[in-house]
């Protein structure tokens, strides 16, 4: 079936500018996350939604980062007011459940904050 | 906090060589344990994971990863790499019960030369 997936693929904006990125997990997942890969560096984690329960928020890095989703579906992080150091491949990945379960990562978004 | 260290950064090696990653991380409870691979131009994919039973898992394209629970040590090895193993290489852990967030390794770049 097919994978997670994110658009888009490359985002170039400018310094203050919002931006909104968006993952459809695989049919089916109830657990989905957000990573990002900054340059040279790991995955850092920024965010995890399971069911119904109130997400795991604990690695957003500012107030600036925030991140929907709509029932088991589609989710949405979103990026106001970018800065130069948001620049980074930001990553989804879901999992059927929160159980010990593989993640599957999406391609990414390479987003670069001019 | 939950980390992971790998030590090698970038490993060069030539055909037929052996291979051993090394990953260790630092939590006191119980753990699933993951490699990830990413290829040149690829997303990351499951190359093989631990959750519990036998502590040498063995992934896909003839590599293996030995749990040693203490030496808090998830090894990745594999006997005779191949020029399309040129790619970058995490650990990563989350807990049985606790954090379902993955932490990740810095990640390992593999160079194979033919």
């Known amino acids: 079936g097919a994978g997670v997936s994110q658009s888009p693929s490359n985002k170039v904006t400018e310094k203050g500018k919002d931006v909104e990125l968006r993952c459809d997990p695989i049919?089916?997942?109830?657990?989905l996350y957000w990573y990002r890969q900054r340059l040279g560096q790991g995955l850092e984690f920024l965010i995890y939604f399971q069911g119904n329960s109130a997400p795991d928020k604990s690695g957003l890095p500012s107030d600036r980062f925030s991140a929907e989703r709509t029932g088991e579906s589609v989710s949405t992080l979103t990026i106001q007011r970018t800065q130069q150091e948001d620049s980074a491949v930001y990553l989804c990945?879901?999992?059927?459940?929160?159980?010990?379960?593989?993640?599957?990562f999406g391609p990414g978004t390479r987003l670069t904050v001019l | 906090a939950q980390s992971v260290s790998q030590h090698n950064h970038h490993v060069i090696l030539s055909e037929a060589a052996s291979l051993e990653l090394g990953c260790n991380y630092s939590?006191?409870?119980?753990?699933?344990l993951f490699w990830y691979v990413q290829y040149p131009g690829q997303h990351l994919q499951l190359l093989l994971k631990?959750?519990?039973?036998?502590?040498l898992v063995k992934g896909i394209k003839g590599f293996e990863a030995e749990f040693i629970k203490s030496k808090f040590s998830f090894n990745l090895r594999k006997p005779s790499v191949q020029w399309s193993d040129t790619a970058e290489y995490f650990c990563?852990?989350?807990?049985?019960?606790?954090?379902?967030?993955?932490?990740f390794g810095t990640g390992t770049r593999l160079l194979v030369s033919p």
């Open positions: 990563a852990v989350n807990a049985v019960t606790g954090f379902q967030k993955l932490v």
């Open positions: 939590y006191g409870g119980t753990v699933n």
């Open positions: 990945a879901s999992s059927l459940d929160r159980g010990p379960d593989t993640q599957y």
């Open positions: 631990y959750f519990s039973g036998d502590p």
């Open positions: 049919s089916g997942h109830t657990a």
